[in-house]
């Protein structure tokens, strides 16, 4: 119990670093880590690594050994490529599971430490607190009301009350229910309960979400078309005179081509990458599909203490029935006695802090504390929005302190109908001014034994206590940027409607008027759905209540997100499309039940999470578009030769340098890429909006069969003049230059691709240009690598023609962004 901790010192950071070393982190075995060898074989298994080997044995059966080796070699590099952004994405996971991992609460060297839990040692003394996951087996040497969930190890959903007397023990993975105390820990790792029966909790959960789906269907249609299109064609090319084998290669080739294996991989490398930009913003998901919801926000729910505000408090005011003080409390000093009282010795709750500190400056608050044992709390109560603690008395009978809501306060204190209005009165000037108001009142029992209900205690009303909690830098910015960005804000606190509405102002938060949460929890169905439509701010509202306000807006057809700290609030949590937890302050039910983790409880990194959840949406969608775009005439140009009977413009080595294009371009050009200038000045998107819209769709094939219709009437006209090897030469290196083109082109939909480039820092996008230019130099200028790609040399006027293609689809496409309209510089 944090009233005695003052008397302990726990391990030793040095002795708790010792044991970890020598005992290994506090977690069970999942699956094993994947060996070098694991990711191989996976790879190697890949529909297109198969198809390479198979290439490169029929170049083998054709004597061509040169072909053969480099393709070889080729499989070497994908596959390298593959591996290197497996272990990024991995490494990734690895870390957002560290940060996701519950924490746990211990004393080191005298102080209260929060650490991840997994680094808790045997020896440790653990405070446990209401809504805390129990990080080891512990030993209690203190509990106060101490309930605990064992439903993980017993399979009962009856939770367990627990004291050091008789059930003293708590076990890992455990949940507090009510109640706190602490202990010893006893059992780490596979020597707790939960280890000797071998479950597992794991932090970061796998489903598969809708773009998930969307994508694998959409790969498995493509699948059978492109399967379909390399059987047909393999028959064709035999049945126009060539042989089984060069038949196959042409099969092979359209199939190395078309097959749309990059999909999955790139959706799983920016899910995981966008995992881990938004940790670097204080934003952990927890659930694959928050990213994709994230961006589609269009209604953010957010508590007012701790996320609008600093929870930094200090008390501003104090109200007795000598009238209002300021600055000097000296004339209050019972008031800040009881209210000190009313707290725990050690606080993690500010406001409990401000008491402390404000009591410090009166008298030694450990000696008031030492003066007093404690034997009693009452905890806060839906009912009763109030603590007390009943200490046992120097004199006969018990001290009992009491802080909390005024009208709770109030009705213990059972004051006249005058007293209650002349209070109530004082109340409303406090939250005028934007002050938490908490009511503080003594009380004596002078029985032998305390009474179970809290009403049978005779108090005394001493005054109130106002307290101001700043609100955070920067968050009136991110207000003014949601509105942008067509998402409305709604402000729910249980502080008074007076409090909510200053800081509403302060903030910017527009609202008619501020409706009370019983207010609303009165109303019918058509009255809540009216109120919604124009109130922003809800004051005095309940975690019943919370999920009230959610379950109608989802009913509205908002996409709603919503912040959360407590025990009460795991239900609204779960029911909102987004559930916010704080990371600091909020309890680990709360954590377990929420979508998102807001690292540091700051309002503004939820707004900053919509902006980077937009991004990662919008640049997937980008390099899902270029991957269609880019496919397409890698079909023309190994089609329509077999159709118009001339010979092959790309074979397996030229697909397969293109992939060494392709690959690094949409799995980490585009995830790299800046987000538009005007992302946060458009509408929320549909839930249910398709990333392969139509509308992207068609102009994904437009652009890509353009591309391939300019490049077969190239290939045609340049090999009547020059023949087969400088017609495929210039085809090719058009080819590879228009599909710079196209990737440049994708980074905006809107901006034009000049201003895109001046503002963007994207060194993956410089490194892929400059590889290409690199490798398309040598591959016309050495004779060895001339022969590989069966290349010849191009005079000045074909580079001349071929930028200047290149240049003309670029500007093509900045024409057709004009005319909608919708370029924004």
């Known amino acids: 119990m944090r009233y005695n901790l003052i008397m302990l010192s726990g391990l030793t950071q040095k002795e708790a670093s010792s044991r970890l070393k020598a005992n290994g982190y506090n977690e069970l075995p999942s699956a094993k880590p994947r060996k070098l060898t694991d990711f191989l074989v996976e790879i190697i298994k890949e529909p297109m690594i198969s198809l390479l080997l198979v290439a490169c044995v029929?170049?083998?059966?054709?004597?061509?050994?040169?072909?053969?080796?480099?393709?070889?070699?080729?499989?070497?590099?994908?596959?390298?490529?593959?591996?290197?952004?497996?272990?990024?994405?991995?490494?990734?996971?690895?870390?957002?599971?560290?940060?996701?991992?519950p924490r746990a609460i211990v004393i080191r060297d005298g102080e209260e430490i929060r650490i991840p839990g997994r680094e808790v040692v045997v020896g440790d003394l653990v405070i446990l607190a209401e809504g805390d996951r129990v990080p080891a087996d512990v030993e209690l040497k203190e509990a106060v009301n101490l309930s605990v969930d064992e439903s993980l190890l017993t399979g009962e959903s009856q939770s367990v009350s627990k004291n050091i007397n008789q059930d003293s023990k708590v076990f890992s993975g455990t949940m507090v229910i009510s109640g706190h105390g602490f202990g010893e820990v006893k059992g780490i790792g596979l020597d707790t309960e939960l280890g000797k029966i071998g479950k597992s909790l794991r932090s970061i959960e796998i489903e598969k979400t809708l773009l998930q789906k969307e994508i694998k269907t959409f790969v498995k249609w493509i699948a059978i078309i492109g399967i379909s299109l390399c059987v047909i064609l393999a028959i064709i090319s035999i049945l126009t005179g060539m042989s089984f084998i060069e038949g196959t290669l042409a099969g092979l080739t359209l199939a190395i081509g078309i097959l749309p294996e990059e999909f999955p991989i790139v959706l799983i490398l920016f899910m995981t990458m966008g995992a881990w930009r938004l940790a670097k913003h204080n934003v952990l998901t927890r659930r694959a599909a928050a990213i994709e919801t994230l961006g589609a926000a269009t209604v953010l729910c957010v508590d007012k203490t701790g996320t609008i505000t600093k929870n930094q408090m200090s008390i501003e005011k104090i109200f007795t029935n000598g009238g209002i003080d300021l600055n000097d409390f000296a004339t209050d000093e019972g008031v800040?006695?009881?209210?000190?009282?009313?707290?725990?010795?050690?606080?993690?709750?500010?406001?409990?802090?401000?008491?402390?500190?404000?009591?410090?400056?009166?008298?030694?608050?450990?000696?008031?504390?030492?003066?007093?044992?404690?034997?009693?709390?009452?905890?806060?109560?839906?009912?009763?929005?109030?603590v007390a603690h009943a200490y046992q008395g120097i004199d006969k009978g018990f001290e009992v302190a009491l802080k909390g809501a005024p009208?709770?306060?109030?009705?213990?204190?059972?004051?006249?109908?005058?007293?209650?209005?002349?209070?109530?009165?004082?109340?409303?000037?406090?939250?005028?001014?934007?002050?938490?108001?908490?009511a503080v009142a003594s009380g004596h029992h002078h029985g032998k034994y305390l009474p179970e209900n809290r009403h049978d205690i005779q108090f005394n009303f001493l005054g109130l206590v106002g307290l101001k909690d700043p609100v955070r830098k920067g968050v009136k910015d991110s207000v003014r940027s949601a509105y942008d960005a067509g998402i409305r804000i709604i402000m729910i606190t249980g502080d008074y409607k007076e409090t909510a509405l200053d800081i509403a102002r302060q903030i910017g938060l527009v609202t008619e008027g501020v409706v009370i949460g019983d207010e609303f929890e009165a109303m019918n169905g058509k009255e809540r759905e009216?109120?919604?439509?124009?109130?922003?701010?809800?004051?005095?509202?309940?975690?019943?209540?919370?999920?009230?306000?959610?379950?109608?807006?989802?009913?509205?057809?908002?996409?709603?997100?919503?912040?959360?700290?407590?025990?009460?609030?795991?239900?609204?949590?779960?029911?909102?499309?987004?559930?916010?937890?704080?990371?600091?302050?909020?309890?680990?039910?709360?954590?377990?039940?929420?979508?998102?983790?807001?690292?540091?409880?700051?309002?503004?990194?939820?707004?900053?999470?919509?902006?980077?959840?937009?991004?990662?949406?919008?640049?997937?969608?980008?390099?899902?578009?270029?991957?269609?775009?880019?496919?397409?005439?890698?079909?023309?140009?190994?089609?329509?030769?077999?159709?118009?009977?001339?010979?092959?413009?790309?074979?397996?080595?030229?697909?397969?340098?293109?992939?060494?294009?392709?690959?690094?371009?949409?799995?980490?050009?585009?995830?790299?890429?800046?987000?538009?200038?005007?992302?946060?000045?458009?509408?929320?998107?549909?839930?249910?909006?398709?990333?392969?819209?139509?509308?992207?769709?068609?102009?994904?094939?437009?652009?890509?069969?353009?591309?391939?219709?300019?490049?077969?009437?190239?290939?045609?006209?340049?090999?009547?003049?020059?023949?087969?090897?400088?017609?495929?030469?210039?085809?090719?290196?058009?080819?590879?230059?228009?599909?710079?083109?196209?990737?440049?082109?994708?980074?905006?939909?809107?901006?034009?691709?000049?201003?895109?480039?001046?503002?963007?820092?994207?060194?993956?996008?410089?490194?892929?240009?400059?590889?290409?230019?690199?490798?398309?130099?040598?591959?016309?200028?050495?004779?060895?690598?001339?022969?590989?790609?069966?290349?010849?040399?191009?005079?000045?006027?074909?580079?001349?023609?071929?930028?200047?293609?290149?240049?003309?689809?670029?500007?093509?496409?900045?024409?057709t962004k004009s005319l909608n309209g919708s370029c924004k510089n």
């Open 58 to 101: 029929l170049y083998l059966f054709l004597g061509d050994k040169v072909e053969a080796a480099l393709l070889l070699l080729s499989i070497a590099g994908v596959v390298s490529i593959s591996l290197y952004q497996e272990k990024k994405s991995e490494k990734s996971l690895q870390a957002l599971a560290s940060l996701s991992s």
């Open 336 to 386: 800040i006695k009881y209210g000190i009282l009313a707290s725990q010795r050690k606080p993690f709750d500010p406001m409990e802090s401000a008491f402390i500190h404000e009591g410090k400056k009166l008298f030694d608050t450990d000696v008031l504390f030492d003066e007093f044992s404690l034997v009693k709390e009452y905890p806060i109560e839906n009912s009763f929005l109030c």
């Open 407 to 438: 009208e709770s306060v109030l009705e213990l204190c059972h004051v006249t109908e005058k007293e209650k209005r002349m209070v109530e009165n004082e109340v409303k000037k406090f939250a005028k001014e934007g002050l938490r108001v908490i």
């Open 530 to 815: 009216a109120t919604l439509k124009k109130v922003n701010v809800f004051s005095r509202v309940r975690p019943n209540q919370k999920l009230l306000i959610i379950k109608e807006l989802k009913s509205m057809g908002e996409v709603v997100a919503m912040t959360g700290d407590g025990v009460n609030d795991a239900p609204a949590l779960k029911a909102a499309n987004i559930g916010v937890a704080m990371g600091r302050r909020g309890t680990d039910v709360a954590r377990e039940a929420a979508a998102i983790v807001l690292l540091d409880d700051n309002f503004n990194s939820i707004v900053g999470g919509v902006k980077m959840g937009r991004r990662i949406y919008d640049n997937l969608q980008k390099a899902i578009n270029y991957l269609i775009s880019v496919h397409i005439p890698i079909v023309i140009l190994s089609i329509l030769p077999v159709i118009f009977g001339v010979p092959f413009i790309l074979m397996p080595v030229h697909i397969v340098f293109l992939e060494f294009i392709i690959d690094p371009t949409c799995t980490i050009v585009f995830e790299a890429d800046k987000e538009d200038r005007d992302i946060m000045n458009r509408p929320p998107r549909k839930l249910d909006q398709r990333i392969i819209a139509f509308k992207n769709l068609y102009a994904s094939i437009i652009n890509g069969s353009i591309i391939g219709i300019i490049l077969f009437i190239s290939y045609m006209i340049t090999f009547q003049k020059f023949g087969e090897t400088i017609a495929r030469t210039f085809t090719f290196i058009m080819l590879v230059f228009l599909i710079l083109a196209l990737m440049i082109v994708n980074l905006s939909r809107k901006e034009n691709f000049i201003s895109k480039l001046k503002r963007n820092d994207n060194f993956a996008l410089i490194g892929v240009v400059s590889f290409t230019l690199v490798v398309m130099y040598f591959a016309t200028h050495i004779e060895n690598i001339m022969n590989v790609f069966r290349f010849g040399s191009l005079v000045t006027f074909q580079w001349v023609q071929i930028i200047g293609v290149a240049i003309g689809f670029l500007l093509l496409n900045e024409i």
